[in-house]
């Protein structure tokens, strides 16, 4: 059962709730999750006045790095399961070619 936010230190739902503000980075040619832009994070930080930024921008980066390792387990599944289908769905014709020297 996944936990609620309020079930986290302050500290932690801070770092959530500044953590939905900051755009994604995606790369362009094969559109991978890279995480949060953080250039993004003082303006969050200074606007909302976040007192403990240490302990604030902890908190940002380990939940981005959670985020994108789940956002990398499903583009690996994905392309496993596309490999898959595209390797199964040839015309099921085997073709052996005996050549004799």
């Known amino acids: 059962m996944p936990?609620?936010?309020?079930?986290?230190p302050e500290?932690?739902?801070v770092a959530f709730f500044i953590y939905a503000f900051l755009s994604d980075k995606i790369e362009g040619m094969s559109g991978t999750y890279?995480?949060?832009?953080f250039l993004?994070?003082?303006?969050?930080?200074n606007l909302y006045g976040i007192k403990d930024r240490k302990e604030t921008v902890?908190?940002?980066?380990?939940?981005?790095?959670?985020?994108?390792?789940?956002?990398?387990?499903?583009?690996d599944r994905e392309r496993k399961s596309e490999e898959r289908r595209s390797s199964s769905s040839g015309d099921g014709k085997k073709y052996v070619h005996?050549?004799?020297g």
């Open 3 to 8: 936990l609620e936010p309020e079930e986290f």
């Open 58 to 75: 902890f908190w940002l980066k380990v939940i981005d790095n959670v985020n994108v390792s789940i956002h990398r387990e499903r583009q």
């Open 11 to 13: 500290e932690v739902q």
């Open 40 to 45: 993004e994070v003082d303006l969050y930080l």
């Open 98 to 100: 005996n050549v004799k």
């Open 34 to 37: 890279m995480g949060k832009d």
